[in-house]
């Protein structure tokens, strides 16, 4: 079973860019779908995107369109998560997690496997 570590959280000012990072160990990363969620204080943990290797699909929640992106680093068995154009309201706390099912889900209960998660602060 693979173990997922994430780091790359920080503060970062409105309009800037981070990139989170999420090592596996245990397992290929590409055998699995990855997703990537985020918790604001007092919300649900939340959809950001995930990506299926097997079916060839990506999938955005609305708010991150042409904004962030799942690169991945085949020699370090990594995902990322690259976040440009933040906003304030990106402010959460970010996961990313691993799912054996083929196609990419936007609920959190489909994914098995959970990072520790990273806070991430975008500051106005």
């Known amino acids: 079973q693979v173990q997922l570590v994430e780091s790359g959280g920080g503060l970062v000012q409105a309009g800037g860019s981070l990139r989170l990072a999420c090592a596996a160990a245990?397992?290929?990363?590409?055998?699995?779908?990855m997703g990537w969620f985020r918790q604001a204080p007092g919300k649900e943990r939340a959809f950001v995107l995930g990506?299926?290797?097997?079916?060839?699909?990506?999938s955005y929640a609305d708010s991150v369109k042409g904004r962030f992106t799942i690169p991945r680093d085949n020699a370090k068995n990594t995902v990322y998560l690259q976040m440009n154009s933040l906003k304030p309201e990106d402010t959460a706390v970010y996961y990313c997690a691993a799912s054996s099912w083929a196609a990419v889900s936007k609920e959190a209960n489909q994914y098995d496997i959970w990072g520790q998660g990273t806070q991430v602060t975008v500051s106005s």
């Open positions: 990506i299926s290797w097997s079916v060839g699909r990506t």
């Open positions: 245990g397992r290929t990363v590409s055998s699995y779908t």
